[in-house]
Nanobody, 124 residues
Framework: QLQLVESGGGYVQPGGSLRLSCAIS????????IGWFRQAPGKEREGVSC????????FYADSVKGRFTISRDNAKNTVYLQMDSLEPEDTAIYYC?????????????????WGQGTQVTVSS
């Protein structure tokens, strides 16, 4: 049974950094593309970034481009989201999701497996 577990969330001041991790178990990561999403209170789930199974393709939402970096370590079965220059608008629950499709995207419908999420709060 494939499981995704996010970690690394927390409370940070504006301008600070956090690194989120998405650990996959029950299978090997190398067969899956991964997306990161977030959902703030009262808002729809938003795609943040994605990476294909080989790591050769990455994509970012305009709102995080230049501040967030997605990466993967297949040997550790983990995908990371490095978040720098955090802003209060980045406050949300962050989720990772997995797909066996060749193409990854920022659309939730692309993904078949979801983690439970980790809270990120950016506030002074």
């Amino acid at each position: 049974q494939l499981q995704l577990v996010e970690s690394g969330g927390g409370y940070v001041q504006p301008g600070g950094s956090l690194r989120l991790s998405c650990a996959i178990s029950g299978t090997t990561l190398e067969h899956y593309g991964i997306g990161w999403f977030r959902q703030a209170p009262g808002k729809e789930r938003e795609g943040v970034s994605c990476i294909n199974s080989s790591g050769s393709f990455t994509f970012y939402a305009d709102s995080v481009k230049g501040r967030f970096t997605i990466s993967r370590d297949n040997a550790k079965n983990t995908v990371y989201l490095q978040m720098d220059s955090l802003e209060p608008e980045d406050t949300a629950i962050y989720y990772c999701a997995a797909t066996q499709r060749t193409i990854v995207s920022l659309l939730p419908i692309t993904y078949d497996y979801w983690g439970q999420g980790t809270q990120v709060t950016v506030s002074s």
